[in-house]
């Protein structure tokens, strides 16, 4: 006799063995098998599009490294524990994005900091933010937000937007604003 313990190890793959050999067995019984085959993929295939997957292209909503709370941070970012939580908190207020990445690096790796930054950011201050700070803003790259540094300073958060405005589309430029920090 097996040991118990090795047996429930074959069972599921003995199942999905009886399972190939029923569907292999059914489609050459059956002069339409393909055609079956067929119409289950056309169908799943069908149910698959029914609910449009997310693009990539679409903004995720990122939270504020500096107002977000714990359960805010817990909601939005995968996988991250209470003590890197306490770790995001300890540092705030953050002025730029290099900060956290410096702060935060002290605990993980830069992979890890850079998967952390899809989910959050630092507020920009439009007279004041460095070019990593700018260049969290999609849909902006570094030679934009270099040209919106040398415009500077901005007389209001109007003037900003309307230079920003030059550089990224109608959907980018409303996701911006959400990135931009309260006015003073």
Not at 10 to 38: E, K, R, W, Y
Not at 69 to 94: Q, S, W
Not at 128 to 142: C, E, F, R, V
Request: proline share 7%.
């Amino acid at each position: 006799m097996f040991p118990r313990k090795l047996i429930s190890g074959f069972v599921p793959l003995s199942l999905g063995l009886m399972l190939v050999f029923i569907i292999a067995a059914c489609s050459s019984n059956n002069d339409n098998g393909t055609a079956n085959v067929n119409n289950a993929n056309a169908t799943a295939n069908a149910n698959a599009t029914a609910t449009p997957a997310p693009t990539s292209s679409a903004p995720i909503a990122k939270v504020n490294l500096n107002t977000a709370t714990e359960a805010d941070l817990l909601r939005a970012i995968p996988n991250l524990g209470n003590r890197m939580v306490h770790e995001f908190e300890e540092y705030r207020p953050y002025k730029s994005i290099f900060q956290f990445r410096k702060e935060i690096g002290k605990y993980v790796d830069q992979a890890q900091v850079a998967e952390y930054e899809k989910y959050v950011f630092v507020p920009i201050d439009e007279n004041q933010s460095d070019l990593p700070t700018l260049q969290q803003i999609p849909g902006l790259d570094a030679t934009e937000a270099q040209a919106l540094i040398a415009g500077r300073p901005y007389a209001s958060r109007e003037a900003f937007l309307a230079k920003l405005g030059e550089k990224l589309s109608a959907d980018e430029l409303t996701v911006a604003k959400t990135y931009l920090a309260p006015v003073k």
